[in-house]
């Protein structure tokens, strides 16, 4: 069963990732030796992160299970389908970056708590976790995510199932444009070695 947090407006309008933020996540996972990453629910913006990993030397294939991303941007490598059915093994890095807001519009007032986001964070680990996955993974998670008490809770829900289930993680807050504004909060995650 597919969850979905699909696009229902055109691709102009469609949120993209930030450059900024694009090229600081490119920056952090060669800091933890990426070679070859997987970005899972991309979009429109493989051809950002084509360019900010391709200045690491890292190699990058998007995700996503709308075709209409391949057509905007032939030139990159792609996997087209649902992000839950795809094979990681062939990637040292995962980056599971579903919708953060309703209808993919990226605006502030549309941003989705992390338990509101589709496909869901608790399925992508148990997904990790059922294949054994031992690479870089990255959350890409909504920039409210210290904003409210209730956003606060989930977060910490979720770093807890995450510590219960053998993994370290770092926090990585990604501030973008002139003022610094978060648009990200990125969790890094690798499995405690002697799990």
Request: with cysteine; aromatic share 12%; net charge positive.
């Amino acid at each position: 069963m597919f969850e979905h947090n699909l696009s229902y407006i055109s691709d102009g309008e469609t949120a993209r990732t930030n450059k900024e933020a694009a090229f600081k996540r490119a920056e952090n996972l060669a800091l933890y030796g990426a070679s070859h990453v997987l970005e899972l629910c991309v979009g429109p913006s493989l051809e950002a992160f084509d360019a900010a990993y391709g200045s690491y030397g890292i190699q990058v294939t998007g995700n996503d299970i709308d075709a209409r991303w391949k057509a905007l941007y032939p030139h990159g490598r792609w996997l087209i389908g649902d992000a839950m059915e795809q094979d990681y093994s062939k990637f040292d890095s995962i980056v599971f970056a579903p919708p953060l807001s309703r209808g993919c519009t990226g605006k502030r007032e549309d941003s989705l708590q992390i338990e509101s986001v589709k496909p869901n964070y608790y399925r992508f680990l148990s997904k990790i976790l059922g294949q054994k996955y031992d690479g870089n993974v990255v959350l890409v998670l909504p920039g409210r995510v210290f904003a409210t008490k209730q956003d606060r809770m989930q977060f910490y829900r979720l770093i807890h199932m995450i510590a219960l289930n053998g993994f370290n993680f770092e926090i990585a807050e990604l501030k973008c444009g002139r003022r610094k504004i978060r648009k990200y909060v990125d969790l890094y995650l690798r499995r405690c070695k002697n799990v």
